[in-house]
T-cell receptor, first 109, second 115 residues
Framework: QKEVEQDPGPLSVPEGAIVSLNCTYSNSAFQYFMWYRQYSRKGPELLMYTYSSGNKEDGRFTAQVDKSSKYISLFIRDSQPSDSATYLCAMSKEDKLIFGTGTRLQVFP | GAVVSQHPSRVICKSGTSVKIECRSL??????MFWYRQFPKQSLMLMATSNEGSKATYEQGVEKDKFLINHASLTLSTLTVTSAHPEDSSFYICSASYGLNQPQHFGDGTRLSIL
């Protein structure tokens, strides 16, 4: 079993939709949780960084962490074609990041 | 803030050549830098972790003599792929962090193609 599980997609939604991206994990030692966005042929860009259970909002993005269920989510409101990318969840353990496989998102006009 | 610059973005060279990739943190001091490899449609695989002024820590299965890492200052780390062969062709990405439990910020990667 992988330490971090993420549905690879692809996920295709119309512009304006609410997108829900999820990851589950097995190791309760993970302390910090991140979401990165990666466009094709580019490095990952940090979107959200959280360390406690609950919600954190930044513009159209909301990150949710449920440590009791070992489950994290990223919600994107009013999705735009420019949001089309691969979204990677990541969790830190002893300063190393463990990544999910990434979910490819396509937002069509 | 937290900008990481990686250079070059693309390298194409002959088998047997050594290739150096630079990673710079432009607006912060990076106590730790990381080097990753990413295959098409796969996630990032950590190759090594480097702290300024000390030897890099390599992940299991990564050859330290093949992938030389130098972290000479708080803003610069380099990865040298020595005597590169076609199987070393990949997308190499660096990241930098400015402290324990701080998030990693990534460069834009280097696409390496060995002919």
């Amino acid at each position: 079993q992988k330490e971090v599980e993420q549905d690879p997609g692809p996920l295709s939604v119309p512009e304006g939709a609410i997108v829900s991206l999820n990851c589950t994990y097995s190791n309760s030692a993970f302390q910090y949780f991140m979401w990165y966005r990666q466009y094709s042929r580019k490095g990952p860009e940090l979107l959200m960084y959280t360390y406690s259970s609950g919600n954190k909002e930044d513009g159209r993005f909301t990150a949710q962490v449920d440590k009791s269920s070992k489950y994290i989510s990223l919600f994107i409101r009013d999705s735009q074609p420019s949001d089309s990318a691969t979204y990677l969840c990541a969790m830190s353990k002893e300063d190393k990041l463990i990544f999910g496989t990434g979910t490819r998102l396509q937002v069509f006009p | 803030g937290a900008v990481v610059s990686q250079h070059p973005s693309r390298v194409i060279c002959k088998s047997g050549t050594s290739v150096k990739i630079e990673c710079r943190s432009l607006d912060f001091q990076a106590t730790t830098m990381f080097w990753y490899r990413q295959f098409p449609k796969q996630s990032l695989m950590l190759m090594a972790t480097s702290n300024e002024g000390s030897k890099a820590t390599y992940e299991q299965g990564v050859e330290k003599d093949k992938f030389l890492i130098n972290h000479a200052s708080l803003t610069l780390s380099t990865l040298t792929v020595t005597s590169a062969h076609p199987e070393d062709s990949s997308f190499y990405i660096c990241s930098a962090s400015y402290g324990l439990n701080q998030p990693q910020h990534f460069g834009d990667g280097t696409r390496l193609s060995i002919l």
